[in-house]
């Protein structure tokens, strides 16, 4: 879709004030979008030509923009319009895309309902009724309700493959250091990717082609090179080697989704791939979660001590500067970026350090350990996303102590600790609403990810599915 | 770490971190704690003797030192574009010493 639509350079001013126009008039259903942006200004100084030319796209609000401001879902930032673009900001503007929103997301990107961005909960485009996921969650309805072929998001634990999931469409998170970070509002830093949202998988090559790159004010950045994904494309899975997260498969309860997961790996047999089981330690995967809430909670409360209504955000009145600073954060933060906080400060006091951060970090690695010695054997890990479609929107239920919680909800987080490329696509539907699929592949092989992907798009047929929103 | 985790105790360390929780925040971090400790538990669980911290995904050298030349200047302008109370290039807050 993006390639014709760069190819019709004539419609490019028609299309992308289409685009702007459905997603004002959808903003009042979804409330997707933190900011609309009318793209009459970008439209007379496109550059010619450009794998984007004349592309309506959104934004995650963790994106900073030259002068459009930037919340990253949070009150405390509610005013601050940044000075510079990030650098995929740069990259997709030299490409010919249209920025037309800056999308919602669960504020400061921690979180997986977009419940807690500070303009309201974003709604899902198959169910109103029900959540995006998060926290790249407005990015997410904004490409599945069809206002816009490609959105960005970003992924510390799964919060675009999550959303991808519950909405329907393709999310990329590809490996850690293939797309440059400058200018992204952080939550932590050594988990933190930047990644997308498409309709499908050809859509999610020519995107990975656009923004992917060395940047050297990125200091995590991969010096490797770019290859042409789409031309590499081939879904020919013969000689695939694809491995069933077990620990995964094991622990689905809903039955909808495991006969529709077996569906599909038969199909996959079917088309030459050899499918087997493979197992992790379960150890391993019951700690997972508490790893990753470690390491995600005291990097996030190391990277927002900058938020402090002092140089910029929103600054609250006080008597001194410490007052200043402590109105500024209290009513700045929603209650549970406080709470985490809390969490990540206490994991990193002196007496805690050894027995909690760094054992979570000595765990990570254990982890990844596990991983490698699976894509050592193996092309591809793969298991459904979630046990069910996107809850509903007041859906408190979860035991954040069973097998469903620990494990099956929360296993994409293998993708952040090891970097290694991770998307979801979609496997079916529920209840009128989709559920996905996601595979993880070795670092840097995003060619593989892709062909597996194209391979799942072409059995289900769900290619540019879109969301007729009520 | 003896120290009983009750509201009072999640108050003060949120103060530590430049914010205040109400009484029914600092309720819901003491509930959320007796979960937490649990999943806390199934780390200690794993045996990492001898296993060094994975602080990054990779390991490789990405980052070196660049040569001493000025990029990437923004103006003192931009610097202060984003705050609220400013004059002649600083910033302006309460007086320190009274």
């Not at chain 1, 200091?219 to 997260?245: C, H, Q, R």
């Not at chain 1, 209290?330 to 951060?357: A, C, H, M, W």
Request: glycine share 8%.
């Amino acid at each position: 879709m993006i390639q014709e639509m760069a190819k019709d350079v004539v419609n490019a001013k028609e299309r992308c004030m289409d685009a702007y126009e459905k997603a004002v008039t959808l903003q009042e259903k979804l409330n997707d979008a933190i900011t609309l942006i009318d793209p009459s200004e970008q439209l007379e100084t496109l550059p010619e030509g450009g794998l984007f030319h004349g592309v309506p796209i959104a934004l995650k609000d963790n994106v900073n923009t030259k002068g459009i401001l930037t919340t990253a879902g949070s009150r405390i930032l509610s005013n601050y319009v940044p000075v510079y673009d990030a650098e995929i900001v740069t990259k997709l503007k030299k490409e010919g895309a249209v920025i037309i929103a800056k999308a919602s997301m669960d504020e400061l990107a921690m979180g997986g309902t977009n419940l807690t961005c500070f303009t309201g909960p974003s709604l899902n485009p198959w169910d109103t009724n029900r959540m995006t996921g998060g926290s790249s969650g407005g990015s997410a309805a904004m490409v599945a309700s069809g206002v816009v072929p490609m959105a960005i998001g970003s992924d510390t634990g799964d919060s675009i493959r999550k959303p991808a999931s519950f909405c329907g469409i393709v999310g990329v998170k590809p490996t850690y250091g293939r797309i440059s970070r400058y200018g992204i509002i952080p939550y932590a830093s050594s988990l933190d990717h930047v990644g997308y949202f498409t309709r499908s998988i050809e859509d999610a090559c020519i995107s990975l082609q656009a923004l992917a790159g060395r940047d050297d004010r990125d200091m995590t950045s991969s010096f490797k090179e770019v290859p042409d994904y789409l031309g590499l494309l081939n879904s020919d899975m013969n000689g695939k080697k694809i491995a069933i997260f077990g620990n995964v498969q094991d622990a689905l309860t809903n039955p909808e989704t495991k006969e529709m997961f077996a569906k599909l790996m038969h199909a996959l047999e079917e088309r030459g791939a050899k499918v087997d089981v493979f197992y992790f330690s379960e150890e391993l995967m019951k700690a997972m979660l508490p790893t990753y809430y470690l390491i995600a909670n005291c990097e996030a409360t190391s990277n927002h001590s900058n938020l402090d209504g002092i140089r910029f955000g929103v600054r609250e009145k006080g008597d001194s500067m410490e007052e200043i600073m402590i109105n500024s954060r209290t009513k700045g933060f929603g209650p549970l970026i406080r709470k985490r906080f809390v969490i990540g400060s206490y994991g990193l006091f002196e007496e805690n350090q050894d027995k909690l951060f760094r054992k979570a970090q000595k765990v990570r690695r254990l982890i990844v350990n596990e991983l490698n010695k699976c894509l050592g054997e193996y092309d591809c890990l793969i298991a459904p996303a979630s046990n069910d479609i996107a809850p509903l929107l007041n859906d408190t239920s979860r035991d954040q102590l069973s097998d469903g919680y620990l494990i099956v909800e929360n296993h994409m987080v293998i993708g952040n600790f090891s970097g290694y490329p991770s998307m979801t696509v979609p496997m079916g539907f529920e209840e009128g609403c989709p559920i996905g699929v996601n595979l993880t592949c070795k670092a840097f092989d995003e060619v593989t990810m892709f062909n597996i992907g194209k391979a799942i798009e072409e059995i289900t047929g769900y290619k540019d599915l879109t969301a007729e929103v009520k | 770490m003896s120290e009983e985790k009750n509201k009072e105790y999640f108050k003060r360390l949120a103060n530590q971190l430049m914010f205040d929780l109400n009484d029914e925040e600092a309720e819901d971090i003491v509930k959320e704690f007796e979960t937490l400790e649990k999943q806390l538990k199934l780390l200690d669980e794993v045996n990492t003797e001898g296993v060094e911290p994975m602080v990054y995904p990779f390991e490789d050298e990405t980052t070196f030192l660049r040569k001493d030349e000025v990029n990437h200047v923004i103006s003192q302008e931009d610097a202060l574009a984003n705050v609220k109370d400013k004059i002649e290039g600083h910033f302006i807050l309460p007086k320190v010493v009274k």
